[in-house]
């Protein structure tokens, strides 16, 4: 079978590998649709923290069962999706119901090889059942299960004014389920192109663009002069990252959904005085998943949205380069294998 892996940073191979062959507790899918999100992106860049190399990259998957056990949950056939994020379920995490943060996790397509292939083999208990569901829709599970676990993270509050740096796909998440949570949501970006697909897509109230307004006085006129109780960043940018800080209002949350390699800064007697909570939202959990699909089938959120970029499984390589530039208007590049 067809394999595209990751050699090093900037560089996509092709190549041959066995089909997988049906092990105890596992099931062989084919696969059918890869999303490509910011964790490929930033792996084929190099600034990914949990990455090494060579990997076969791909998470966002939408496959068909090829060959599984008899078993009462899913049969050869099936449309499934896959949680990616593979825990030991023993160390302390997993104890208290934290999978997504399990101390040896293996992410699939990230600390493991992942979905960018023909044929994989998972284990069955990470399926999800998507007879109902359009291949695309599949696809995008995983990436809106992230928006979701960080606005529970969160805990917003119906009425509270939340503000989201970085409106990619991630950021994007966010923004809809804080809308459907009951928050006034704020979009900031650096790009106008992705601003306006927040206003007229996702019919978000409020847009910042720090290279063209001044941000404090921007906000304090959203919030009347109260500043965002809720401040997420997307963006996983160092330099966005610190400055948010000051963004929060007093008794507000910081909630850190972006990821960089470098040492955030803060000025302490400003975060002290504010009495602010800084807290960490990693990868999601099977009720982000549960959660997720319920808002797709009932229609509050509609994934072909996002979908910006479509490509054949042959042609990643010779267009992964063009996803990093924002000029290209991506917001998720869906790869249709087989």
């Not at 990751?6 to 191979?13: F, H, I, S, T, V």
Request: with cysteine.
């Amino acid at each position: 079978m067809n394999v595209l892996i990751c050699e090093k940073p900037g560089l996509l191979n092709y190549i041959k590998r066995d089909k997988p062959i049906l092990e105890k507790g596992k099931a062989i899918l084919k696969v059918k649709r890869v999303g490509i999100c910011g964790t490929d992106l930033h792996a084929f860049e190099g600034t990914q923290p949990y990455f090494n190399y060579p990997r076969v990259l791909g998470h966002e998957l939408a496959a068909i069962v090829d060959d599984i056990e008899p078993n009462d949950l899913f049969k050869v056939g099936d449309r499934v999706s896959l949680i990616p994020y593979f825990n030991c379920g023993e160390c302390i995490a997993c104890r208290n119901g934290l999978p997504n943060c399990c101390v040896a996790i293996n992410v699939f397509g990230v600390h493991i090889d992942g979905g960018m292939a023909e044929y994989i083999s998972v284990p069955v208990k990470y399926l999800l059942q998507g007879n109902e569901m359009e291949l695309n829709e599949l696809a995008l599970i995983e990436p809106l299960a992230i928006g979701a676990h960080g606005i529970r993270r969160a805990n917003i509050q119906p009425g509270e004014y939340l503000l989201v740096v970085g409106a990619g796909p991630i950021g994007l998440g966010l923004m809809e389920f804080a809308r459907i949570a009951g928050a006034h949501v704020i979009a900031m970006d650096v790009n106008e192109k992705r601003l306006s697909f927040c206003t007229e897509k996702l019919k978000v109230e409020h847009t910042v663009n720090p290279l063209k307004e001044d941000v404090l006085s921007k906000l304090k006129e959203i919030t009347h002069n109260d500043m965002p109780t809720v401040v997420i960043d997307a963006t996983g940018n160092l330099k966005a990252i610190n400055n948010a800080f000051q963004y929060i209002a007093h008794g507000g949350r910081y909630v850190l959904v972006g990821l960089q390699k470098g040492e955030i800064t803060i000025s302490h007697p400003e975060f002290h005085k504010r009495e602010a909570t800084l807290m960490s939202s990693r990868n999601a959990t099977r009720q982000d998943f549960d959660f997720v699909v319920q808002c797709m089938k009932s229609k509050q959120v509609d994934p072909s949205t996002y979908i910006t970029h479509r490509v054949k499984f042959e042609e990643v390589s010779d267009n992964f380069q063009s996803w990093l530039d924002p000029s290209n208007g991506v917001i998720k590049a869906m790869v249709e294998v087989n």
